[in-house]
């Protein structure tokens, strides 16, 4: 007996991929709340905004950075630009350690934790 494809399980009322049970687990909760549901769906388009602006924040510093890495070591500076640049590598450096710090330490996010909550609202309900 053979195990059929994909594309031949897609209509066969089982849930077989993960974007089946999604699909389904968002389809119980428009129907039996919407209004949980439109929460839930506010609250996962905010974490997407906030992690494509941060995301972006951080690519703006890290290219800054090396912006001024590059002027730093290969552009032809007067001495009174290159104390400054200096200064700002300086100050630059904390700014890069802090979005390191954002993307690889653990943090207790309040998104992480309303998302928690409301999915144990759903649940026991």
Known sequence: MAIPSK???LGDGKINTTNE???????????GDPMKALIYEGTERRKKLNFWSRFIITMFIVTTFLVLVWLLF???????????????????VAVLGKATDYWFKEKDDPEHKEMEQLEKQVISE
């Open 7 to 9: 594309k031949g399980r």
């Open 21 to 31: 049970m999604v699909h389904e687990s968002e389809e119980k909760l428009w129907e």
């Open 74 to 92: 290969f552009a032809a500076l007067p001495e009174e630009s290159r104390d400054l640049l200096n200064i700002l590598m300086g100050a630059y």
